[in-house]
């Protein structure tokens, strides 16, 4: 019985041996078993016994175990373990792993999760990655953060994903990534939104993206806005 073994017998299995466990006898590993497991150990772990864990076993992997698995067995994770991790245990997450994550994956990350995110991390995510965030997780990214997007990030956000970011948010945007925004996706700003672009900003916009701007949105601009129209 996998229960009976001590923490020092724990340490000892070897990595071939952690792999050929069954998934409930690595689901049965209390706290202090798991702790016990080397970080070579976990990397020994299956797709197969990381899916049958329970968020009560995950929460018990320490970060640096965290760090261990590879993007195919972070990737191997249920969404509902996903969304388990806490924030720290996210943060431990290499860019390698961010970018093993499922769309399901990142929908499952709660906004405290979204929010330790480093900006590296999220730079590291993929578009349709990004795409796949809630509104409410893009409006917990700090200014930081945003700024690590790149304008095909921005561009792949939906007009409802969009609408997470506040006007001061909207305001804090690079001309590079306002220049990746989709015509739907300005239509979609709000008045109070789009009256926080600066008149950098609104002087970045393509004839495209002005051909979009619906005629509350033009009408909400103040003079320097206004001037900054070219």
Do not use: H, R, Y
Not at 116 to 136: D, H, K, N, R
Not at 180 to 199: C, H, I, N, Y
């Amino acid at each position: 019985d996998i229960s009976e073994l001590t923490t020092t017998q724990v340490g000892a299995l070897s990595a071939s041996q952690v792999g050929s466990l069954t998934a409930t006898a690595v689901s049965a590993l209390d706290a202090s078993q798991v702790a016990a497991l080397s970080t070579t150990q976990v990397k020994a772990l299956t797709a197969v016994q990381l899916k049958g864990l329970s968020t009560t076993d995950i929460a018990e992997f320490a970060d640096t175990q965290i760090g261990a698995l590879t993007a195919v067995q972070v990737g191997a994770l249920s969404a509902t373990n996903v969304a388990a991790l806490d924030a720290t245990q996210v943060a431990a997450l290499s860019t390698t792993q961010m970018k093993g994550l499922s769309v399901t994956q990142v929908k499952a990350l709660d906004t405290t999760d979204v929010a330790e995110l480093s900006s590296t991390q999220v730079a590291a995510l993929s578009a349709i990655q990004i795409g796949a965030l809630s509104s409410t997780s893009l409006g917990s990214l700090d200014s930081t953060q945003l700024g690590a997007l790149t304008a095909a990030q921005i561009g792949a956000l939906s007009a409802t994903s969009l609408s997470g970011l506040d006007g001061t948010q909207i305001g804090s945007l690079t001309t590079t990534q306002i220049g990746g925004l989709k015509p739907a996706q300005l239509k979609s700003l709000s008045t109070t939104d789009f009256a926080e672009l600066t008149s950098t900003q609104i002087g970045a916009l393509s004839a495209a993206q002005m051909g979009a701007l619906s005629a509350t949105n033009i009408s909400s601009l103040d003079s320097t806005q206004t001037a900054a129209l070219t």
